[in-house]
């Protein structure tokens, strides 16, 4: 007699999360088993993909899972949190640079010759799909971008930030021909060195200089909107512990600054939106932080909680990350445990992305 089904039982391997499913592809190397896989049931088939299926052949091991994208020219590096990797061409991206991600879409700026005016578009890398948007005089030279929406809609607003002995804040929205640049002077010190990407939270834009300051602005009202909060976390001096690089993210409508020193420490701390103070943190809950020069930003954890994945590899080839558990560097599938990053690799020139 047939054994009855098990509903339940059913149910519990089909809910299985994603992340899990993606370890599991890491043990296979028959594809008979890998199809025979795509037929338990229909949530493992969106997850174990046919390869014909897709010209993006990083899609078997889980879209969910965020890649650091990292190039070499017009081959990109595509890093997996579990230890893949994979290797893509993209002549569109040769001479290009990635200054912001997100929705799985790129924002990349053209031109290497500072005495020229420089494209800037958005690309996805998935569908190949290019959108571009009103070159950048070579005069406007601005550190880092941010968009806040999907480029396919009309109402996305793509911001730029440059500052030296006075800020300088490109806004362009779907529509415009040509961006709105606003300089504003400074009445207190706000660094050029603004090492994270703005960030988009209530409609307005908030960047981190890399003493612990914070510019906020109202792309709509730049000029009169401008403000500087927060208390100062950092003080420039030659030492170890000096700042190596900081980031800022949201995460549920609040803002985290990220600090990291050249000997490895890691700092994290919480705006409070009420008083702009900034209050240290000492654990992420099930939280994971994604860090990168062109993209940053957090998620829940499903089987990796509690940790900061930096542009860091170890044995130029696995993903590093710095857990709050331990207060040391870890990378999964290696057996190694450091309160520094000396020996390991850190990728400037790295985006973040999510294939959706």
């Known amino acids: 007699m047939a054994e009855a089904f098990d509903e339940e039982l059913y149910d519990l391997w089909a809910n299985l999360p994603s992340e899990i499913l993606s370890l599991i592809?890491?043990?296979?190397?028959?594809?008979?088993?890998?199809?025979?896989?795509?037929?338990?049931?229909?949530?493992?088939?969106?997850?174990?993909v046919l390869h014909r299926q897709s010209p993006f052949p990083i899609d078997r091991f889980g879209?969910?899972?965020?890649?650091?994208?990292?190039?070499?020219?017009?081959?990109?590096n595509f890093f997996h949190p579990l230890h893949h990797t994979y290797y893509m061409q993209f002549p569109e991206l040769s001479d290009e640079k990635i200054v912001y991600s997100k929705d799985g879409w790129l924002l990349v700026k053209s031109g290497i010759v500072h005495m020229e005016d420089k494209q800037i578009f958005f690309f996805n890398p998935l569908t190949k799909m290019r959108i571009d948007l009103p070159d950048l005089t070579y005069y406007h030279r601005f550190a880092k971008f941010s968009f806040s929406g999907l480029p396919t809609s009309n109402d996305y607003v793509v911001v730029g930030i440059a500052s030296t002995?006075?800020?300088?804040i490109g806004v362009i929205k779907f529509g415009m021909d040509n961006w709105q640049v606003d300089e504003i002077s400074l009445e207190e010190r706000y660094s050029y060195h603004v090492s994270s990407n703005p960030v988009f939270m209530d409609g307005c834009c908030y960047c981190l200089d890399v003493n612990g300051k914070v510019g906020i602005f109202d792309p709509n009202d730049v000029i009169n909107s401008w403000k500087i909060v927060g208390n100062t976390l950092w003080r420039p001096r030659w030492s170890r512990d000096s700042l190596f690089q900081n980031f800022m993210v949201e995460s549920d409508e609040a803002l985290l600054a990220i600090f990291l020193t050249n000997d490895g420490r890691v700092y994290v701390y919480k705006l409070d939106q009420l008083k702009f103070d900034w209050i240290?943190?000492?654990?992420?809950?099930?939280?994971?932080?994604?860090?990168?020069?062109?993209?940053?930003?957090?998620e829940k954890g499903i089987i990796s909680k509690n940790k900061i994945y930096f542009p860091l590899l170890y044995d130029d080839k696995a993903l590093v990350f710095y857990s709050l558990n331990?207060?040391?560097y870890h990378s999964n599938g290696y057996d190694f445990s450091r309160n520094n990053f000396y020996d390991m690799k850190y990728l400037p020139h790295?985006?973040?992305?999510?294939?959706m």
């Open 165 to 168: 002995l006075w800020v300088e």
């Open 350 to 355: 790295s985006s973040w992305i999510k294939i």
């Open 280 to 298: 240290k943190v000492e654990d992420l809950d099930e939280k994971v932080i994604y860090l990168s020069n062109a993209s940053s930003w957090v």
């Open 25 to 48: 592809q890491t043990y296979i190397t028959r594809e008979k088993d890998y199809n025979i896989l795509r037929f338990i049931c229909k949530s493992w088939r969106c997850i174990f």
């Open 63 to 76: 879209l969910r899972s965020p890649l650091l994208m990292s190039s070499q020219g017009s081959r990109y």
């Open 326 to 328: 331990t207060r040391r």
